[in-house]
């Protein structure tokens, strides 16, 4: 056993991975593995890696025979990891010195489950900062200095709106990986979306270090720089259904979990509007499980009316406000809210419930309230989107509070 086992998944970076891998080797803490995952890459990263490997022992080298993408990878490094901790990093990245020695060290003292923390970003060229600036590199919110349960420090997260997926930016204690059998989604881009939320919510004992210790570089022709696509949509829509089943099996519903999901369920349908007219979509769904998981999307598709539509008179009323939020939140508001989401350019704050027994943390991602115990910011509107037969009760109610207010026939 040593300390901390270092996971690196390899394909087509050979002009970036001696840099990565000297990055590890130079670290203060040298009681490590670096677990090396070639998949089936097509330029001299082999090569590099058996060199790397022939020159010192903590380098352990796995070619595989054919391509599986960065989940498959990174599972197979589990399989083979024999440190106390893992830590997962892109081969076109790098860590500074101290890295693994001070996460290692916090998580000893605390007896952490994990521990996330900060990054810096590089640019291989100054064209690339108009392209893609990466989520989050350095968070900038007030977190205590204490140990949260995981659930709760996804929810401040989310609080301050600096949740981020990144692996490299995350330290995991590898008992607790295995015990909780928790895995990367395999043979789709975006796999670390349910890593980072399932291990996550499922953490007793989690911290944050705000330290930028992650080097991450932005590069052209990565999954993060390159227009999104189909295989966006077949990633986006795996992450969702396994989401959803992972929190129904462990009956989590904190609003973290449910603005993650919701974000995951937006981003799916910002790309079926996108692509579906010019893609088949159903062609990256081959085998079983995939098939039923798209079968389910289009069923619900149809089910939620998607060809249903929002009167252009109140979609006009609605864009002359920052933001807005939706009255109700049974099938009437859920249904309000898939269309509102099809616009991208509305920004959606919350939900106003009809009922007392409506009132929960959040639904679709957003906090819900009553409308007596709403704090709406002046530049809001709510739309209505209920029975006409409530109109005038509602409207009464929303002019005594002189909240702006829009109605919509049910959808």
């Excluded at 521990?115 to 900062?129: M, T």
């Amino acid at each position: 056993m040593c300390k901390v086992s270092v996971i690196i998944p390899v394909y087509n970076v050979e002009k970036y991975l001696s840099a990565c891998l000297d990055s590890v080797l130079n670290q203060t803490l040298q009681d490590l593995e670096i677990i090396c995952i070639d998949d089936c890459s097509p330029d001299r990263c082999g090569a590099i890696l058996d060199a790397y490997a022939a020159g010192n022992s903590r380098i352990k080298v796995l070619h595989l025979s054919e391509n599986h993408l960065q989940g498959y990878a990174r599972n197979r490094g589990i399989e083979q990891a024999a440190g106390e901790y893992l830590y997962f990093l892109d081969p076109d990245d790098a860590i500074e010195p101290e890295t693994l020695q001070e996460l290692a060290g916090l998580a000893d003292r605390q007896d952490l489950d994990c521990i996330f923390f900060d990054g810096r970003v590089v640019y291989d060229s100054e064209d690339l900062k108009t392209v893609y600036n990466p989520p989050l590199p350095l968070r900038k919110g007030i977190y205590q200095e204490a140990v949260y349960a995981g659930k709760e420090l996804l929810d401040e997260f989310i609080r301050q709106n600096e949740w981020n997926c990144h692996p490299q930016r995350s330290f995991w204690r590898r008992t607790f990986i295995i015990n909780e059998e928790i895995r990367f989604l395999e043979g789709c881009v975006h796999e670390d979306e349910y890593f980072a939320f399932a291990a996550t919510l499922l953490a007793k004992r989690a911290g944050y270090l705000g330290k930028q210790y992650c080097i991450l570089r932005v590069r052209p022709d990565s999954v993060m720089t390159t227009e999104a696509g189909p295989r966006n949509f077949y990633g986006y829509l795996m992450n969702y259904w396994y989401m959803n089943r992972f929190a129904a099996e462990h009956g989590i519903h904190t609003a973290g979990a449910e603005r993650i999901i919701a974000v995951m369920y937006e981003r799916i349908m910002t790309l079926y509007s996108k692509l579906k007219d010019d893609f088949d979509l159903s062609s990256s769904f081959v085998k079983e499980p995939d098939r039923t998981i798209y079968r389910c999307f289009t069923s619900m598709l149809r089910s939620k009316e998607i060809n249903a539509v929002i009167d252009p008179e109140v979609l006009e009323e609605i864009r002359k406000h920052r933001i807005v939020y939706i009255y109700g939140v049974r099938q009437t508001g859920e249904r309000f809210f898939e269309k509102l989401i099809q616009q991208n350019d509305i920004l959606i704050g919350g939900f106003l419930a009809q009922y007392p027994e409506d009132v929960r943390p959040a639904f679709r991602g957003r906090p819900v309230c009553m409308l007596e115990d709403a704090d709406l910011p002046a530049d809001a509107i709510v739309v209505v989107a209920t029975k006409m037969m409530f109109w005038e009760e509602i409207r009464t109610r929303m002019e005594e509070r002189n909240i702006p207010c829009v109605f919509h026939r049910k959808l």
